[in-house]
């Protein structure tokens, strides 16, 4: 489906004015749904439109809505002095909005890009507001109403509504931390290690609620950890009373008991000394931080007090109430709690959480979406950063509005934000390490975390070691809300329409939505982070196949073979440039896995490393050496799917030719050895076919499947196969190759094979039966064919032509191929 850009940017202008229903008079409102009705592809267009707009009731309108095939709405839209006009009636104006330049490092540049596509999506479905244009320094867009708003208050909305909300706005699809900082705590594994407290700005409650409520989480678990071995304790005392056991066995679980009574021991007392004492030394400072405010206070109440002193007491308050967190009477509660407590963490909070229900409630609730994945990016074992959380846990709760950090700065402005210059190196505070804004050296304080880069330590070039470089407000909470992370465990991709077809790239989102909600994946803008498959002793498999492997299989499995067509796909990686996962590539793995029932996990324990393999042969455009080694290593497959899959990757490889097949390329070649290989193997396994029929009924199964493997054999000289088909078998001479669904690719190859030799009469037709009559002679005529051509005039292209044939016979005929007694065989 095509249509103009000048068509298709009035389609988004009329579709994001009729979205707004207070926009347009009645009349003219149905006049401009019938517009978009003139014919059925501007109505499927418009259609997809509205999608993107959220706009139901439209869809609905334009189903049921007279159309007027007469009718061009581009004669209907003006533009005057950036203002459009429909049927005369002002219906909004245009604008243009300026990127900021991106962050060099992969993980903060994703979390940017991501943010302004989720930025425009929200206005998009919110404000009606449609994009037009864009390009990576700058959006053009539609703004559908008479007035210009105010864009830095609806990035602050944007913000505070959907990106650092808990929930989002699901009526919009538009996704807050539940589904971004917390999906991706629950999917993949950070750190190895694992983290401390975030040090990272918290600009609203929500934010605050969710931190807290991860913390929370992490002291549930460790409080669930400790009651699991209590009771497996209990439990083998109970056997040691009420069970007969011999003396060793009375030995071994007497010294079970022992082993976990003593980590319960050293755990419970790790715990209740770290907090203790942490949270007794945090307390007595904010005791005495408030002591110092009321001081500062009165002395401020004196009214014979001197300019200079005033000014001064003003600068200490402001110090003190800039450290000051928890009031006197919270200092004085928990003081108390934690004395009757004995310090420990466990009682502390349980005790607490009776005596303030009311302040735990949000948090208990959010912490049943963190899982156990999502608490052990916590490094909760250890006793000093399990203290830290909880007390940055009441931190979090007792913040005040007054007390939040600053929201992000706009990603996209009105005026054009030009870079500036600064002193040279980068190991200072003068600048952000991830996007260059200037930083005042005495109040930047936030350092790069792994939320923020995948690899936190840097060796700056100034520097003379390695280390944490310090990053703005911004990028450090854009980073924070970004599902986009790059780890060992999971790939990001990029998604983009494949061709110029305007439904496909408007169906992007569509799809990129679908497939979220399906596999638990996680989307932001047109990227999609997709976890990597684990065996059951936790191996993920990116590490063992190969991230680029693994991305394709992946790819490949989760997609339909129309998606894989239609979209193209880039894997996102340190590299400069994205690695291009191709369409013929995604297509032939995917019809593989289905023909012969491979997965990227063998039954949950091994990870199939054949596959890798396979996927290795097949992006060096290697299909029937691809096809050959998960052959000789299963025992199922499907001819229906796999005749299916070699016909599309032959015109998948066309495609991405063009009018190119006959040039001197790399990829030519391969497609003009697919091809020819192809009709050689429905010439060549007619014979094959034949002597297995001749001999199936006169010998035992393993002595004519050795005939026709030695027959195989023989493909790399005409006329060794010709003497071998015909030896001892008086009716080989002429053989039949069948039309069927699992070899129709083959069947159309050779049949046009034989036209190009002159012989075009073949095709044989009875009694529902198709087929074409061969002759021993035929094979010889098309070697000589190939032979004198000049594709295979180097006898490595020879040997490479009858070697692929090799394999592609064998394929055809798996019961033959010896299959490998182990994974490490070839």
Sequence with gaps: MFISSQRLRALKILVSAVSCSQLLERSAKNSLIISLKSNSEIKVIAESIAKNFSNSQL??????????????????????ANKIYFQNQEIGSLKILFKSTLPGELQARLSTESIIERYLEYL????KIAVLNESDRHVEIFIPNQSIPDFTELWKKFLQEVTFSEYGLPRYELSGLMQTFVAILKSVTLSGRGFSALEIPVINQSQANMLAAWYFAVWRDAKQRQSDRQNKIDILYKELETQELSEKDQKSKTKEIADKEAMQAKEAAKYQELFSKSFQKMLEEQKNLNQDLKSIESQLQQDNLAKKDRNKLVKQKEKVIEKLIFSEDFVNQKQLLLEESGGDPFIFIKEDLKKSPESFRQIKAIAKGFTKTATDQINGTRGDIFAKCLIEMYRLLELKEDQFDQLPAPVLTEEIVTPRSRSPGDDHKEFCYSCGIDLDPKTAKWQVLRFMFERPSQRRQSASGEGRPHICDSCALLAFASPLKVTDESIILKLEAADNQISTQLKLKDYLRMLTCKEMNLNAGKYIVLTSDKTSKGDAASSKLGQVQYAIAKVASLFSV???????FSLITQASEPIILSNRHLIFVKGIMAGYGQSIIESGKEINLKLGDAIRHIQKDMPYLAEYSITKNVTYSDCFELEKVRQLYWQTI??????NMTSNKRLAKRARL??????LTG?????VGSMESSLKSKEKEEDYRREMSKLIEKVDDPNFFGYYATLGVETIVQARLWKNPDNYFIYQQTQELLQTLGQSNREQEKEGKTWLQLYIDDVTNAYAHFADSDNYSQEKDWKELTYQLKLSLYTRFPELVRKSKNSGDN
């Design 59 to 80: 869809i609905r309108q334009l189903n049921i809505s007279p159309s007027n095939n007469n009718v061009d709405f581009l004669w209907n839209l003006h533009i005057k």
């Design 124 to 127: 998009q479905k919110v404000y």
């Design 562 to 568: 129309e998606v894989l067509q239609d979209f193209k």
């Design 654 to 659: 066309q495609h991405d030719l063009g009018n």
């Design 674 to 679: 697919y091809k020819d290989v192809a009709a």
């Design 683 to 687: 010439l060549t396994a007619a014979f």
